[in-house]
Each structure stands twice: as structure tokens, then as C-alpha cells.
């Protein structure tokens, strides 16, 4: 009982940082001062703090490998974003980006907010660990291709200011062009592998547990269909050697399509991923 | 320099500066005294003009105008280029050698140290310094715009013209790695790629060089476009699509326009950089005004600390003289007092004491609060007549 306080509080802790450093990061952007930036990557990283310790405490209390409940899937979701995008500022310092990412953390932890704690996220017969592997590799991946598309579409706005021969005060607040295509590089190499992992752990245990049939299921093709995509776009880069602006355009459509499509399958279809 | 300039009669505290386009000498004198001329005098010798000739070349400013003078010359808010950052090093450097000569004291010291912080707090708390204005400044901005860090970026000059190679020397200093130079004569090329330990190739080998070259800088007198987007799109493959800053400081134009629409290349002319310099200037005349707000305080924050100053010495000597009359009075009770027991000779001690500091407060109170008021001088010129201190 005490854990489940001490749990309650550190969400709430955790969810008020996180709203601040995104008004931080937002207003950052419209005031056009980078130091803003830099205090609201600060707040993130005490929320993130937060996070961990609610995650340890939802882990510990209730078994969640086993069965974690919807709202500890959002909250893996935002803790996964966060992680990422904190690694990240240790090696590029392009703290803008923040910006872009943050409103995702944010949207995550309220969509926890709303959920009813307790209800069981996998129905009885999808657990076990595989599952769980396969929703954390899953999520992380998918939390990188977010940042990478994030970087793409910073990248094609810089461009643009560069290309229309200004130096605004928002160019100056972006991050350089090939900061941003860096970004874009380490977010694909680790997001491809992770998230093939991820799909893989899936389609053992559907291949296992249901022989057939999951393969049509809309969320299963979604992946899928974005799998594709981000591994095309790995090859282009590795093989063909794009860079920069064809990089950028490519990764923020592709971003654009897959969050169009996955609404959709969300909002017109019932799935075997019914609770995502 | 200095002392000869102490030497100057009225002269108290002197301080030397002189500039690129400045030679100002900042002195702390006695208001009555020939100072002034003696100055004019000075530097007419030195420079060796007639009178008439050093009549028009000087300018003169006194008391608080003086005080404003030197503090927007330390914000560089009277520099040639506004918000440049030598000027208060210069300052720093003159204030630096006039106090190894002992030429200045409690005025002169507290007034340069005043500047130094109206300098900081303009350039801390306006924009007046952020953008670059020169046209080699705006360059070295917008590579790193491109390439975020310039380490281990090449750069390809081409022709030897003087501006190509103050921006290369820029662009070197922020940590571009190598330089090539292209020119029709090699023998300028190498000249110039000496300065750099760089490399110097023909005209010719332009295509081969651009492949390697991640900024390219172009300042030929050629009447044609030495660098074509056809060019750009033949070696684009072999680049590996690597980002590419074409600067075009040529007129007629080196490079062709159309490459600005290739993909990720950027390629900014003279005018383009230009633009971007005079906008900046724009910005940097906006936050001058905020400069200037900033300058006025600080200026009111020295003359206050200055007209307290004035006040001090009378307070000193009037506590003084009061000290001085209770000495004389208690020596010369001191034979009656000598009947007295320790006990009663300390309490009369205290009581005199205590009624001549009753009496001093209110005038003292007076002196400092007014201090700050324009009508100082005349209280203080009050209380040494009447209490006869001068």
C-alpha cells in the first residue's frame, strides 16, 4: 500500500516536471533563447528521475513482466522517449530538439494519467515473458524512429531558412544541419535492430501460441508496413548513401504516414494489439 | 607618457587610452585649475600641430557627460563598428599600465571599475554583441549552421583575392581542417596555400578538388561561372552526397545560381552575406537603445557614489574637531576631576561624549542623506562655515 502511495506520487512528480521542462522547451522555441532549452532539458532529466523510480515501483509491486496494465504501457512508452532522447543530448547537445520530443513524453504520461490503474493490459492468454520482450524492444524502437523523424523534420525547416538565404533567429536556435542528419543516422541504426528484435519476439510467440491467422491482424501489418519503411530508408542510407535533405524529407514523411495509419487502425479496427 | 602627464599642473589622476581611430586621456582634476589647456598643450607638442591645427581635432568632456563619454566607450557604444569586443580590452590593458605607474587614485579607479561593469552588464544584457557583422563573421556563422563543427573540414579557395583569405584564416581558426587554393596562376596559388600549409593546383584540377571540399570560397575575376550546377551534379555521386557551403564573393559571379537548388548544397554571394550583415546591424542599433538605458544607470550610480564622496571629508573633520574640543575641556577639568573617584570621573567621560554625539547626529544624518541631492555642496559648503572646519 505504501509503495502503491509512493508510486502515485512519483507519477505525479514525474508528469509536473515533465509538463514544465515541455512549456520550458515550447516557449524556448517562441522567445528564441537556447539557455530555456538547456534548464528545460534539466527538469526533463529530474522527471525522468521520477519515471524510473515509478516504473521500479510498479515492477516490484505487481509483478509487471507478467501482466503490466495499460497505463504502465504508456508509461514504459514515455520513459523509453525520455531515455532515448536524454542519451542523445549527451552526445550532440542539440537540446531544440527537445522541443519536438518532449510534447510526445508529455502526451504519453497524460494518456497514463487517464488510464485506470489496474486493468490488465494483456488479456490471460498473451502472457508471458516473450511478450514483455516484445513490447519493450518494440516500443524503444519505435521511440527512436519518433526521434529520427523528429530530427528530419528539424532538418527540412533549417534547410529551408538556409536554402531562402536568411540567418532568422530560429535558424540560429536549430541545431546545425549535420547535427541534425547525425541524429537522424544514430536513431535509425539503433531503432532498426531493436525493433526487428522486438518483431521477432512477437511473431514467435503468435507463430507458437496461435499457429496462424495473426498475420492479417491490422496493428501486426502496421509494424510491419513501418518496419519496412525505416529498413528501406537504413538501406538508402548505408547502401545508396543518402544524406541530408532527402534523408530528412523521407524520414518525416514516413513518420507522417505511419501516424496517420496507425490512428486509423486504432480507431476503425479491432485487433489482437487491442490494448496499444 | 604618464608621468609627463602628471606633471601637468591640477592634474591629480591620470589615465591614458589610445584606440585604433581614439586618443582620449581621462584625468581627475581640481575643477578650478588650468588642467584642461595644460592637456591641449600636451598633446599639440606630442603631435607636433600648430594650434590652430589642434583646436579642431579635440573634443572635451566634463564631469557627469565625461563620465557617460567613458562608459559607453568601454561598451563600445562610440566604436567605429558598434558592439565590437576589443575596445574594452583596450580599456582594461591602459587602465591596467596606469595603475603599474601609480597615476591613478580613489576617483579614477572606482570610475574605470564602474565602466568595466557598465561594459559587462551591456553585453551580458543585450544583444548588442550576438550577431556577426562583418561579411567573413556572417560566413563563419552559417558554416556552422551547415556543419555544426568545423573540424576536419576542407576548404577549397578559389583565385587568391584578400577577402577569400580573411575568411579562410576564419574559418581555420574555428577548426576547419585543411585548405586548397585554385588559381589560374599557381604560382600565386602557392603562395598564398604556404600561408595556410595547404595545397595549391590549377585552375583546371577545379573538378577533382571539389569532390574532396566541403566549403568552397570563390574570388576570381573571371568573366564566366567557374563553378556550373552541372559540375556540382556530375560529382555529387562521388561526394557521397556530403553537405556543401559554396560562398561567392566574386563580381560577376563565380558560381551559378541555379546550384543553390541542388541538394544540400548552400551557396551564398557577397550580397546575400551582406544582407545578413546589415540585418544584424539593424539588430544591433535596436539593442544600442537598451545599451544606452543601461549606461544612463550606471552613470547615476558613479555620480551618486561621487557626491557622497565630497560629503565624507566633512563629516571626518567635523567628528574631528568635536573630538578635539572635548579633549581640551576634559584636560583642562582635570585638576578638579582629580577629587573625583574612578567610578564618577568614567560616568562624566561617557556623559560628555554622549551629548556631543547627540548633538553631531542630526548634522551628520543631514550630510550623508543629501549626499545624493544636487544641492549637496551647498550644505556641506553650510557646515564647514559654520562649524568653521576649513
Redesign the interface.
Same mark, same amino acid.
Given at each position: 500500500m505504501i509503495l502503491t502511495n509512493l508510486e502515485l506520487i512519483s507519477f505525479k512528480i514525474a508528469l509536473m516536471l515533465c509538463a514544465v521542462s515541455t512549456v520550458g522547451y515550447l516557449s524556448s522555441l517562441l522567445v528564441k533563447k537556447v539557455k530555456l532549452a538547456k534548464i528545460s532539458t534539466w527538469i526533463l532529466a529530474a522527471a525522468f528521475v521520477f519515471l524510473t523510480a515509478d516504473l521500479l515501483f510498479v515492477i516490484h509491486d505487481s509483478s509487471w513482466l507478467v501482466n503490466p496494465d495499460s497505463r504502465d504501457f504508456l508509461l514504459l512508452c514515455a520513459w523509453s522517449v525520455c531515455a532515448v532522447y536524454l542519451a542523445l543530448q549527451f552526445k550532440t547537445k542539440t537540446r531544440v530538439l527537445g522541443a519536438f520530443i518532449s510534447p510526445f513524453i508529455l502526451l504519453f504520461m497524460i494518456a497514463a494519467a487517464g488510464e485506470e490503474a489496474g486493468k490488465t493490459l494483456r488479456p490471460q492468454n498473451l502472457q508471458s515473458w516473450i511478450t514483455a520482450v516484445h513490447l519493450v524492444l518494440a516500443i524503444v524502437g519505435e521511440a527512436l524512429f519518433i526521434i529520427a523523424s523528429c530530427a528530419g523534420i528539424m532538418f527540412v525547416m533549417?534547410n529551408r531558412m538556409?536554402?531562402h538565404?536568411?540567418?532568422s533567429r530560429t /535558424? !540560429?536556435l536549430l541545431? /546545425?544541419? /549535420?547535427?541534425l542528419?547525425r541524429i537522424n543516422h544514430i536513431c535509425l541504426l539503433w531503432g532498426f535492430p531493436v525493433l526487428s528484435l522486438g518483431i521477432i519476439a512477437g511473431a514467435v510467440f503468435a507463430q507458437l501460441s496461435w499457429q496462424s491467422g495473426w498475420l492479417t491482424d491490422p496493428k501486426v501489418i502496421w509494424t510491419f508496413a513501418g518496419w519496412i519503411i525505416y529498413g528501406f530508408l537504413l538501406h538508402q542510407r548505408l547502401a545508396i @548513401?543518402?544524406? @541530408?535533405? !532527402?534523408m530528412a524529407v523521407f524520414s518525416g514523411a514516413a513518420f507522417i504516414l505511419l501516424l496517420l495509419s496507425y490512428c486509423s487502425v486504432r480507431l476503425c479496427f479491432s485487433t489482437l494489439h487491442n490494448f496499444i | 607618457m604618464l608621468p609627463g602627464l602628471l606633471a601637468i599642473s591640477g592634474v591629480e589622476e591620470v589615465l591614458y587610452l589610445s584606440t585604433c581611430n581614439r586618443v582620449e586621456i581621462i584625468v581627475s582634476a581640481d575643477e578650478n585649475s588650468n588642467a584642461p589647456k595644460g592637456l591641449r598643450d600636451f598633446l599639440a607638442s606630442g603631435g607636433g600641430l600648430t594650434e590652430a591645427e589642434a583646436a579642431g581635432a579635440f573634443y572635451e568632456y566634463r564631469g557627469e557627460e565625461a563620465v557617460r563619454h567613458i562608459f559607453r566607450v568601454a561598451a563600445s557604444l562610440d566604436s567605429m563598428v558598434m558592439g565590437e569586443a576589443q575596445i574594452l580590452g583596450q580599456v582594461k590593458e591602459s587602465y591596467r599600465e596606469a595603475l603599474e605607474k601609480y597615476a591613478t587614485g580613489v576617483v579614477l579607479n572606482r570610475l574605470m571599475h564602474c565602466s568595466f561593469r557598465a561594459a559587462k552588464r551591456v553585453r551580458s544584457e543585450t544583444g548588442i554583441a550576438v550577431n556577426p557583422v562583418s561579411v567573413s563573421h556572417a560566413a563563419v556563422e552559417l558554416a556552422k549552421k551547415i556543419f555544426g563543427s568545423l573540424d576536419g573540414k576542407t576548404i577549397l579557395l578559389i583565385g587568391a583575392g584578400e577577402m577569400a583569405e580573411l575568411t579562410g584564416t576564419q574559418l581555420i581558426e574555428k577548426g576547419a581542417q585543411s585548405i586548397i587554393v585554385a588559381n589560374r596562376s599557381l604560382a600565386q596559388a602557392e603562395l598564398l596555400a604556404e600561408k595556410f600549409h595547404g595545397e595549391a593546383v590549377f585552375l583546371d584540377s577545379l573538378d577533382k578538388k571539389l569532390i574532396e571540399a566541403d566549403i568552397v570560397i570563390s574570388s576570381t575575376g573571371a568573366p564566366d561561372f567557374i563553378v556550373t550546377a552541372d559540375m556540382l551534379r556530375k560529382i555529387h555521386h562521388e561526394r557521397r552526397n556530403r553537405l556543401l557551403f559554396l560562398i561567392d564573393i566574386a563580381v560577376p559571379r563565380d558560381i551559378d545560381p541555379a546550384a543553390s537548388a541542388l541538394e544540400n548544397v548552400y551557396l551564398y554571394n557577397i550580397d546575400n552575406l551582406q544582407d545578413i550583415v546589415d540585418e544584424n546591424m539593424n539588430v544591433r542599433k535596436k539593442e544600442a537603445v537598451k545599451a544606452e538605458m543601461i549606461v544612463d544607470e550606471e552613470v547615476a550610480r558613479y555620480i551618486n557614489w561621487q557626491k557622497e564622496l565630497e560629503s565624507v571629508p566633512t563629516i571626518v573633520s567635523l567628528r574631528n574637531k568635536a573630538g578635539e574640543i572635548v579633549k581640551d575641556e576634559m584636560d583642562k577639568a582635570a585638576g578638579w576631576m582629580s577629587n573625583l573617584d574612578k567610578d564618577d570621573q568614567e560616568k562624566i567621560d561617557n556623559l560628555v561624549n554622549s551629548v556631543v554625539n547627540k548633538v553631531l547626529h542630526a548634522p551628520v544624518s543631514v550630510l550623508k542623506e543629501e549626499s545624493s541631492d544636487i544641492s549637496s555642496r551647498d550644505i556641506v559648503a553650510a557646515v564647514r562655515r559654520l562649524f568653521r572646519l576649513d
Open positions: 533549417q538556409l536554402k538565404k536568411k540567418l /535558424s !540560429r541545431p /546545425s544541419l /549535420s547535427d542528419d @548513401g543518402w544524406k @541530408g535533405y !532527402r | -
